[in-house]
Structures are given as structure tokens and as C-alpha cells.
């Protein structure tokens, strides 16, 4: 009998155990779950931050905060913003702007209960336990003159007052071409082979432009349904082309003062930096414009490329050059 009790104590001992070993691993197993869920909602709460950094964006939310809901014209005229910029703002606030049903823009759930605790987090930022996402100088290097971005958001905002210096770019690039005798289109580095080529060749840059122009306005357009940002789009694709004139600047200036030098290797190696230069300007110039994501504006200045392509054998088809 005292051997049956002393049995029954010892399993009853080594159930007390598990019981208690299991709710140590409950308790620890809830502690890190509370603690991904802390750092899941600050990591929320700092890229609220970092998307409501621009003021625009922050009448976007205060305006669907009021109101609670808000058509794309009625944001349009409130903000006095172009078409193209308001995408873009609203790109930006994805996850915490959706558009309803009714195709009207409303806060989601989730962004409404993180903007509705950012006056605790701001004591969190202030007392430094909250991570506020920093640019890095390689980020900021690579986004001024890799993309250009901060150049095209101001040829966005003031895109009638810099169309004429965008024009003016562009002939200029045609005459540097024919001095140089090295016509750009886009991608290639063509010689007229006749003197009737070399009569219009001074107008081979500026309808290379007006053509980049219209073919990436009509892919947004078909592709994203994005429409507006015309003029923005026109400024934003005369500088993109800016890079195409390095390679004809050089050659003329090899011409001038080195008669006789040759410069060949500058048409086949140089074009290879410079093209993946030049389509990053055009897809940020499109982001810009029509408000769209790089991702996607980097399919439509592959599109423009292989439009480019196939112009180019086209023209060599018909002995064009």
C-alpha cells in the first residue's frame, strides 16, 4: 500500500513538472509574440512616418480623416496639384489610402488605427526607442544623380516655366549631333551616309525626343491608365536625354582641338554606361509624371527601348541611313 502510494506521488511530482515546464514555454512563447507584435506595429507607425513626410501627403489623410471620403477630382482641386503628382502622393500612401467600391479614396483600418497612435510614438521617436528609417548617403547619391529625382519633381511642379529650357536642350542636342556628326537615338550612335541625310540630321534629336515622349505618354496610358502630366512628361524626357549628348559633346570637342584623333571606342563603350543612366532618368521622369511606381515605370522605358529597336532597323531597311 505505501509502495502504491509512493507511485502515485511521483507520477503526480512529474506531471506538476511538465505542467510547469509547459507554462514556462506558454509564457516565453507569449512574450515573443508580444514583442513581434510591438516591433511588427512600430515598424508600421515609422513607415507612416516616413510616407506622411510630404505635406501634400498629409492633407491627403487629414482631408479622408474629415471627410471620410474623397474623389480623385475633389483631392485634385483641393491640393491645386497636377494629375501626375497626386498619383504619385497617392502611390505613396498605399496601405493606408485605398480606393472604395464607389472608386473614392478612404483611410483603410489599417492605416486610421496607426495614424490614430502616432501621438504616442511621437514620444517614443522623441525619446529615441522608435526606429525613424535614414537615408543612407549611397540612397541619397544614387536617387539624385542616378534617378534625378529631386530634378524632376521640380521640373513637375513648374512645368510651364521650364519648357522652354527643355526645348532648348533638345536643339541644342541636335546641333551638337550634327557637328559632331553623331546622331543618338536613345541607344545607337548613327552617321549620315549622305549629304541629304546630314540636311535634316539636325532634326533627328528633337523628333527622337517628341517620339520617346509619345511613346512612353501612350504606354502609361494604355498600359496603367494613367492620363495628365503631359507637359511634366515633355520637360522630364528632353532632360533624360541629356546623357545621349555626352558621347557627340566629346567627339566634337576631340575634333576641334585633336583633328584627326580617333574617338571610336567612345561609341561602343561609353553608350553602355550611359544607357542604363538614361533609362533610369526616363522611368523616374514617368514616375514623376504619372504618378507611378519605378517597378512599373521601368516597363514602359523598356517599351520606349524596344520601340527604339525596332525604328532603327526600320529606317536602316529603307536605307535611311
Same mark, same amino acid.
Request: glycine residues 8%.
Given at each position: 500500500?505505501?509502495?502504491?502510494?509512493?507511485? #502515485?506521488?511521483?507520477?503526480?511530482?512529474?506531471?506538476? #513538472?511538465?505542467?510547469?515546464?509547459?507554462?514556462?514555454?506558454?509564457?516565453?512563447?507569449?512574450?515573443?509574440?508580444?514583442?513581434?507584435?510591438?516591433?511588427?506595429?512600430?515598424?508600421?507607425?515609422? !513607415?507612416?512616418?516616413?510616407?506622411?513626410?510630404?505635406?501634400?501627403?498629409?492633407?491627403?489623410?487629414?482631408?479622408?480623416?474629415?471627410?471620410?471620403?474623397?474623389?480623385?477630382?475633389?483631392?485634385?482641386?483641393?491640393?491645386?496639384?497636377?494629375?501626375?503628382?497626386?498619383?504619385?502622393?497617392?502611390?505613396?500612401?498605399?496601405?493606408?489610402?485605398?480606393?472604395?467600391?464607389?472608386? !473614392?479614396?478612404?483611410?483603410?483600418?489599417?492605416?486610421?488605427?496607426?495614424?490614430?497612435?502616432?501621438?504616442?510614438?511621437?514620444?517614443?521617436?522623441?525619446?529615441?526607442?522608435?526606429?525613424?528609417?535614414?537615408? #543612407?548617403?549611397?540612397?541619397?547619391?544614387? !536617387?539624385?544623380?542616378?534617378?534625378?529625382?529631386?530634378?524632376?519633381?521640380?521640373?513637375?511642379?513648374?512645368?510651364?516655366?521650364?519648357?522652354?529650357?527643355?526645348?532648348?536642350?533638345? @536643339?541644342?542636342?541636335?546641333?551638337?549631333?550634327?557637328?559632331?556628326?553623331?546622331?543618338?537615338?536613345?541607344?545607337?550612335?548613327?552617321?549620315?551616309?549622305?549629304?541629304?541625310?546630314?540636311?535634316?540630321?539636325?532634326?533627328?534629336?528633337?523628333?527622337?525626343?517628341?517620339?520617346?515622349?509619345?511613346?512612353?505618354?501612350?504606354? *502609361?496610358? #494604355?498600359?496603367?491608365?494613367?492620363?495628365?502630366?503631359?507637359?511634366?512628361?515633355?520637360?522630364?524626357?528632353?532632360?533624360?536625354?541629356?546623357?545621349?549628348?555626352?558621347?557627340?559633346?566629346?567627339? @566634337?570637342?576631340?575634333?576641334? @582641338?585633336?583633328?584627326?584623333?580617333?574617338?571610336?571606342?567612345?561609341?561602343?563603350?561609353?553608350?553602355?554606361?550611359?544607357?542604363?543612366?538614361?533609362?533610369?532618368?526616363?522611368?523616374? *521622369?514617368? *514616375?514623376?509624371?504619372?504618378?507611378? !511606381?519605378?517597378?512599373?515605370?521601368?516597363?514602359?522605358?523598356?517599351?520606349?527601348?524596344?520601340?527604339?529597336?525596332?525604328?532603327?532597323?526600320?529606317?536602316?531597311?529603307?536605307?535611311? @541611313?
Amino acid at each position: 500500500m505505501v509502495f502504491k502510494i509512493f507511485l #502515485t506521488h511521483a507520477d503526480t511530482s512529474g506531471f506538476n #513538472t511538465d505542467i510547469q515546464s509547459e507554462g514556462r514555454d506558454a509564457v516565453s512563447r507569449s512574450s515573443e509574440l508580444g514583442e513581434q507584435l510591438v516591433s511588427s506595429s512600430e515598424n508600421n507607425i515609422s !513607415k507612416v512616418y516616413t510616407a506622411l513626410g510630404n505635406s501634400y501627403r498629409r492633407q491627403i489623410v487629414q482631408i479622408l480623416r474629415e471627410k471620410g471620403k474623397a474623389g480623385f477630382k475633389e483631392l485634385h482641386d483641393t491640393l491645386g496639384i497636377s494629375v501626375g503628382a497626386l498619383y504619385h502622393h497617392l502611390e505613396a500612401l498605399e496601405g493606408i489610402v485605398a480606393q472604395a467600391p464607389d472608386k !473614392k479614396y478612404v483611410l483603410t483600418e489599417q492605416g486610421r488605427s496607426t495614424i490614430d497612435t502616432l501621438s504616442i510614438s511621437e514620444e517614443k521617436i522623441a525619446a529615441g526607442r522608435l526606429p525613424v528609417a535614414r537615408e #543612407t548617403r549611397l540612397g541619397l547619391v544614387s !536617387k539624385e544623380v542616378l534617378f534625378g529625382r529631386t530634378l524632376f519633381e521640380y521640373l513637375n511642379q513648374e512645368s510651364l516655366r521650364t519648357l522652354p529650357l527643355a526645348v532648348l536642350i533638345v @536643339f541644342f542636342g541636335g546641333w551638337v549631333s550634327s557637328q559632331a556628326n553623331l546622331e543618338p537615338l536613345l541607344l545607337f550612335y548613327l552617321s549620315p551616309t549622305s549629304s541629304a541625310g546630314r540636311a535634316w540630321f539636325i532634326l533627328l534629336f528633337p523628333i527622337g525626343w517628341l517620339a520617346t515622349f509619345a511613346v512612353a505618354d501612350i504606354l *502609361s496610358t #494604355t498600359i496603367f491608365h494613367r492620363k495628365g502630366g503631359d507637359i511634366s512628361l515633355l520637360n522630364g524626357t528632353a532632360f533624360s536625354m541629356l546623357p545621349l549628348l555626352i558621347v557627340p559633346g566629346i567627339s @566634337f570637342l576631340v575634333q576641334e @582641338f585633336s583633328p584627326g584623333r580617333p574617338v571610336g571606342y567612345l561609341t561602343i563603350l561609353l553608350p553602355v554606361v550611359l544607357q542604363v543612366w538614361i533609362l533610369c532618368l526616363l522611368s523616374t *521622369s514617368i *514616375s514623376i509624371s504619372k504618378g507611378l !511606381k519605378l517597378e512599373k515605370t521601368a516597363l514602359i522605358s523598356l517599351g520606349v527601348v524596344y520601340v527604339n529597336i525596332l525604328a532603327l532597323v526600320t529606317a536602316l531597311q529603307f536605307g535611311l @541611313f
